[in-house]
């Protein structure tokens, strides 16, 4: 079983230290610590020893010299090793302290305060009554105790906020998880169902189901100013909608046994998005990852124009002039097909005639730019996607969505989570 701890501050206690010492020794015996650590300016030490005198032998006490007792920035800190020690040295959890801020300057009580609330503590407390040149007079005590949970009720909720709006979803998950909703205030009590749905629908919506995110998505719209950024704009549900039945068209009534999801300028746009958000995690090598199969897919997409599907090409599909380029080693109900890859793909735009190939020819930057991603750890070889190699690919991948779909700018901010921008 963990110890019972308490930190309390200590002053010098004006023109009646007697008085002090009396209250602090009535707030010690209330709590009835295993051990007390008596934090002190050099000025107090005296009221510390007259405190320790008369505490019974049962109870462990400590002090704890501080170098500034008016400067709260250096006494938070001098707190926060303090507790930082008894975790390490005792092996006691916040939970198990309580920090009394009766005495000492105004500065220590602020700082006491902040790193009590900092570390979890779940008590604080001070001695409140009938006072006397500043301290308590004796027999006229009243320990007043402070449970922190609504203070971090309020913290953990503005930072599953923030973690959200950074793309932290587990992070922010975890941080909702730990909020008390009866100990918020009452205009904020429905935030945290509202929060989860959001939490959940963002996450679903970035790892590629947007059919889970637009249920949780679609209904959640308390109007609140603390999350208004984040909801999906009712005005744009539409177009969502509409994306998630292109993706999941198996999900639509009255479908086909055996739909196929297409390419569509939103699934493209929807996609770019994706890659930007890893780009502002920093997730580089993730971010081109995601560029690639776009590159991709937007060959596919100009290919499906000509009625082509890039994984059964049918000889008759190409131009008589230029089928012997390509490889016709697939054989599908006693028909020669060949699978096309991302350069062969523009390649054939190329011979086609179409201009979206020539976006790729083999001497353009976007080649070369696309040959260095390869290099990376998560394509073909082992070294980090550089943030401005990803930077000139995002540039080249939005070049060509924009020959594709002139509209593509309107798209992809139509399809963009809300507080990114």
Same mark, same amino acid.
């Given at each position: 079983?963990?110890?019972?701890?308490?930190?309390?501050?200590?002053?010098?206690?004006?023109?009646?230290?007697?008085?002090?010492?009396?209250?602090?020794?009535?707030?010690?015996?209330?709590?009835?610590?295993?051990?007390?650590?008596?934090?002190?300016?050099?000025?107090?030490?005296?009221?510390?020893?007259?405190?320790?005198?008369?505490?019974?032998?049962?109870?462990?006490?400590?002090?704890?010299?501080?170098?500034?007792?008016?400067?709260?920035?250096?006494?938070?800190?001098?707190?926060?090793?303090?507790?930082?020690?008894?975790?390490?040295?005792?092996? $006691?959890?916040?939970?198990?302290?309580?920090?009394?801020?009766?005495?000492?300057?105004?500065?220590?009580?602020?700082?006491?305060?902040?790193?009590?609330?900092?570390?979890?503590?779940? $008590?604080?407390?001070?001695?409140?009554?009938?006072?006397?040149?500043?301290?308590?007079?004796?027999?006229?005590?009243?320990?007043?105790?402070?449970?922190?949970?609504?203070?971090?009720?309020?913290?953990?909720?503005?930072?599953?906020?923030?973690?959200?709006?950074?793309?932290?979803?587990?992070?922010?998950?975890?941080?909702?998880?730990?909020?008390?909703?009866?100990?918020?205030?009452?205009?904020?009590? +429905?935030?945290?169902?509202?929060?989860?749905?959001?939490?959940?629908?963002?996450?679903? /919506?970035?790892?590629?189901?947007?059919?889970?995110?637009?249920? *949780?998505?679609?209904?959640?719209?308390?109007?609140?100013?603390?999350?208004?950024?984040?909801?999906?704009?009712?005005?744009?549900?539409?177009?969502?909608?509409?994306?998630?039945?292109?993706?999941?068209?198996?999900?639509?009534?009255?479908?086909?046994?055996?739909?196929?999801?297409?390419?569509?300028?939103?699934?493209?746009?929807?996609?770019?998005?994706?890659?930007?958000?890893?780009?502002? %995690?920093?997730?580089? +090598?993730?971010?081109?990852?995601?560029?690639?199969?776009?590159?991709?897919?937007?060959?596919?997409?100009?290919?499906?124009?000509?009625?082509?599907?890039?994984?059964?090409?049918?000889?008759?599909?190409?131009?008589?002039?230029?089928?012997?380029?390509?490889?016709? %080693?697939?054989?599908?109900?006693?028909?020669?097909?060949?699978?096309?890859?991302?350069?062969?793909?523009?390649?054939?735009?190329?011979?086609?005639?179409?201009?979206?190939?020539?976006?790729?020819?083999?001497?353009?930057?976007?080649?070369?730019?696309?040959?260095?991603?390869?290099?990376?750890?998560?394509?073909?070889?082992?070294?980090?996607?550089?943030?401005?190699? $990803?930077?000139? *690919?995002? +540039?080249?991948?939005?070049?060509?969505?924009?020959?594709?779909?002139?509209?593509?700018?309107?798209? $992809?901010?139509?399809?963009?989570?809300? /507080?990114?921008?």
């Amino acid at each position: 079983m963990s110890e019972k701890g308490m930190i309390m501050t200590i002053g010098v206690g004006g023109q009646n230290p007697d008085s002090l010492v009396s209250a602090l020794q009535k707030s010690i015996e209330a709590a009835n610590p295993d051990f007390v650590y008596f934090v002190c300016s050099r000025t107090s030490q005296k009221t510390a020893d007259t405190l320790e005198s008369r505490l019974p032998e049962r109870i462990q006490r400590e002090r704890f010299e501080i170098s500034d007792e008016n400067n709260v920035d250096i006494l938070f800190n001098d707190f926060m090793e303090l507790i930082g020690s008894l975790r390490r040295d005792r092996e $006691c959890e916040p939970a198990d302290l309580r920090m009394d801020y009766t005495s000492g300057t105004k500065a220590m009580s602020a700082a006491a305060i902040l790193a009590a609330v900092s570390s979890g503590m779940n $008590c604080i407390q001070y001695i409140a009554g009938q006072r006397k040149d500043g301290v308590v007079q004796a027999g006229l005590e009243d320990i007043k105790t402070i449970s922190p949970t609504r203070f971090m009720a309020s913290v953990h909720l503005n930072q599953s906020i923030e973690n959200l709006r950074a793309l932290r979803y587990d992070a922010a998950s975890a941080a909702l998880a730990a909020v008390v909703v009866d100990a918020l205030p009452p205009s904020d009590r +429905d935030l945290p169902s509202a929060l989860d749905a959001l939490i959940k629908g963002y996450q679903a /919506w970035d790892v590629f189901r947007q059919d889970i995110a637009f249920e *949780l998505l679609k209904t959640t719209s308390r109007p609140h100013y603390k999350i208004q950024d984040l909801l999906f704009p009712k005005e744009k549900i539409g177009r969502f909608s509409q994306l998630k039945q292109t993706l999941f068209p198996e999900k639509m009534k009255n479908c086909d046994s055996s739909p196929k999801a297409l390419i569509t300028e939103d699934v493209l746009a929807d996609l770019f998005n994706n890659a930007i958000r890893r780009m502002r %995690e920093g997730k580089y +090598d993730d971010a081109c990852a995601r560029l690639y199969r776009l590159t991709e897919m937007c060959a596919q997409f100009a290919l499906q124009k000509h009625n082509i599907d890039t994984g059964h090409v049918r000889e008759e599909q190409i131009p008589e002039a230029c089928r012997t380029k390509y490889c016709f %080693e697939h054989e599908k109900k006693g028909q020669k097909e060949a699978k096309l890859g991302l350069h062969k793909n523009f390649e054939l735009l190329r011979d086609l005639g179409n201009p979206v190939g020539d976006l790729l020819s083999p001497k353009t930057d976007f080649a070369a730019t696309i040959s260095t991603r390869n290099s990376s750890i998560l394509a073909h070889g082992m070294m980090p996607v550089s943030r401005e190699t $990803c930077e000139k *690919l995002r +540039d080249h991948v939005f070049h060509l969505l924009q020959q594709i779909a002139p509209d593509m700018e309107a798209r $992809c901010k139509a399809l963009q989570f809300p /507080w990114i921008k």
